[in-house]
């Protein structure tokens, strides 16, 4: 089943921070972020397996609640290179399963 | 090569004509996947390979829809008696092993049945 993402777009100025919140129904094994800019192929992120645990690089950071089914990306500083619509993709219970993707988030940073 | 390649870039087609689409993976990814992705909406499962094996194709819509990867490398998305509404973008991705790892997207092949 398709995961929820939310909200469906933002526009933030350069600075700024943000979250983009990702909801399943089901049980996962894991959450898989991606960004994708306009005409091109979607760009891996980072991977969060169930656990709890949160990840993050340089200022783009994400945590999993899998009691709660959900993962939320952080963006904080944001930059003009963090435009992009970012989409969370989900793994079943059991893992070694394709994603499923949400519809996305559009997020557009301005100056 | 470096990434996942995906031959036609565009690809516009009459209805009801044949058509395939070609995905290169990158060397050594034993796991394959298609994706579709309409205007707007986030990538929708087709198809998954192990090896030259389709694990899952619980995601092709309709008969219409068959792929297959004869070598384990290589796949080809094969699509019969195209209709208007099988026009989307279609991404190829490949990972090292099934599951919770990173997937490398192509550039996609933009289908247009007119």
């Known amino acids: 089943q398709q995961p929820v993402q939310s909200p469906q777009a933002v526009i933030l100025r350069e600075g700024e921070d943000a979250v983009i919140n990702c909801s399943s129904s089901?049980?996962?094994?894991?959450v898989h972020w991606y960004r994708q800019k306009h005409g091109e192929a979607p760009v891996f992120l980072m991977i969060?397996?169930?656990?709890?645990e949160q990840k993050g690089h340089d200022k783009i950071s994400a945590s999993f609640n899998e009691k709660k089914q959900q993962s939320s990306l952080y963006l904080t500083a944001s930059q003009l290179s963090y435009s992009g619509t970012y989409f969370c993709?989900?793994?079943?219970?059991?893992?070694?399963?394709?994603?499923?993707f949400g519809k996305g988030t559009r997020l557009s940073v301005i100056a | 090569g470096a990434g996942v390649s995906q031959t036609p870039s565009n690809k516009v087609t009459e209805k009801g004509k044949y058509v395939e689409l070609r995905c290169d993976p990158i060397?050594?990814?034993?796991?394959l996947y298609w994706y579709r992705q309409s205007l707007g909406q986030g990538p929708e499962f087709l198809i998954y390979?192990?090896?030259?094996?389709?694990?899952?194709d619980s995601g092709l819509p309709n008969d219409r829809f068959f792929a297959v990867r004869p070598e384990g490398s290589v796949s080809t998305l094969k699509i019969q008696r195209t209709e208007r509404g099988d026009s989307a973008v279609y991404l190829c991705?490949?990972?090292?092993?099934?599951?919770?790892?990173?997937?490398?997207f192509g550039q996609g092949t933009r289908l247009t049945v007119v």
């Open positions: 991705a490949s990972s090292v092993i099934t599951g919770s790892t990173e997937a490398f």
């Open positions: 089901k049980a996962l094994y894991s």
């Open positions: 969060l397996l169930k656990g709890g």
């Open positions: 993709g989900t793994e079943g219970p059991e893992g070694n399963t394709p994603l499923v």
């Open positions: 060397s050594g990814h034993t796991a």
């Open positions: 390979f192990q090896g030259t094996g389709a694990a899952d």
